[in-house]
């Protein structure tokens, strides 16, 4: 286009008709052509630009208004932007030439731009010839209006929007304007589009990264080797440092004798396994992201903390034996409560009819005495199981102590354990259940024993304590249990709370009962504290807070 306007420029100026025309008048016509064209093409430019360097709209329109100014007497352009059936004013220039507020949305009865958008057709529009009624009219009555160049923005064949210049005069575009202001109105709608697409994923980005971020479980995305890439607020705030560069497995100090990188970071399948960490129980998810040769070159691990769930786990399986126990209990009582009954009246009176220093009267005497015995065994068993829901009330840990030693104290007799009590007197109450209590002393008493076998000494002892502290201006309760076994490894005093953690062989332990017995304590607003040194012993330490007045 220009090579052609220049050699009929060489031509006007070399040819018949310079000799009819002033040389400098054509010149100066010649160079006001180009300074147009330079014109229009700086304006194309500015839209391409707009969109390049994230410009703003109105920004774009005001740069664009400023540069046609200069060869057109134009007062005022304005783009509406059609979407979802609506078309709706969303920027004008200059600011001062609104009728219509921003975001007004025209109706489609009697208006000039909907005409325009549903013929796909520019109109060019002179109020003087005007014969219809258009709304648009009122707008530009008041703003001193005289024509107006309407033109579709179309993007792949479907109208996106509308552009509209102003004049207060009467304006006559020759074809060349006309094929500009076309050019203009196709670049527009590009750039509009595009802009539509860019933020689109911008906003899809944005949305991505906010659930990534909002998650409450930890999430990492890694590379092939494991490294870090990204990571979202809760794993920051669990590791409380910087993580993109670590190494997954040395952040989540999984052992990769048992979880190498094979199996966690080299498979195209999604992959579920379990690890502790701080005391805690974590599910452990990869899932590989895929390019577009399904080729994995990435992982999104997916962590979450399982510890309240195995707890409850572990407390229902400890809750189902319970069960059995009690209606095991409820039946033995039902079936022996009435012989013991027999043996009891019967030996009171058999007992009446001898002196004490009779032979008799000493063996009727023991006969006596060990059915009382029976018959408290069974009461304390039936108590100890009990399922009723659990009611938190004043009870004595004292109380509780010589319920399970009433249960079980003569097992360990017999295993030559020797039980020493230092159960304080006149101790506080604490408020919660006595049932419960006892499952966390059985379970201490359990382990003690167990770590005694484990240790081949001549003389066994577990020392039952209990008594009342003063810890951080609050009084609390506390039981220990101190036994002289084969104590815990220095390794192994952080995982023994976990649940299913055991040192024990197979078949003698599940790794369940220190697990409950911490969350049973929790729920009572206390905790257990374990010292131990291997070799020589353990001490575990329940602490209860005193119940409120």
Known sequence: MLLKDREEMISKLTGVQSSKKSYYNELKIMVEELKKKNMQLEVINEVNRSFNIDMSIDEMLKNIFEKLKVFFPLERIS????????????????????????????????????????????????????????????????LGIQSALVIPLVSKEAAIGLLSIGSKKINHFDESDLAFFQQLSDQIAVCIENVRLYHKVLTAKKEWEETFRAVSDMMFITDLEGNILKSNDSAKEYFKTDLIGQNIHKLLEIDKKEATQEKYLSVKENIIDEFHLKNHVFEFRSFPIFNRSHEVYSYIIYIIDITEKRKMEAQLIQSGKLAAIGEMAAGIAHELNSPLTAILGNSQLLLRSFKQDDRSYKLLSDIYLCGKRCKSIIQNLLTFSRQDEYVFEECSINEAVEQVLGIFSDQFKQQNIIIQQELAEHIDHVKGNIQQIGQIILNLLINAKDALEEKNIPKKIIKIETKEIIEDNKKWITLSITDNGIGIQNQHLQEIFNPFFTTKSPGKGTGLGLSVSL?????????????????EGSEFILKLPVRHE
């Open 79 to 142: 783009l509406s932007l059609y979407e979802h059936d609506k078309l709706t004013l969303t920027n004008v220039y200059p600011p001062n030439s609104l009728y219509f507020p921003i975001g007004f949305v025209f109706p489609k009865k009697d208006s000039l731009y909907w005409q325009a958008i549903e013929s796909s057709q520019k109109i060019f529009y002179q109020m003087n010839n005007d014969l219809h009624y258009f709304i648009e009219k009122k707008a530009y009555q008041s």
């Open 519 to 535: 969350g049973i304590a929790e729920t009572h607003g206390g905790t257990i504290v374990v010292n131990s040194k291997y070799g």
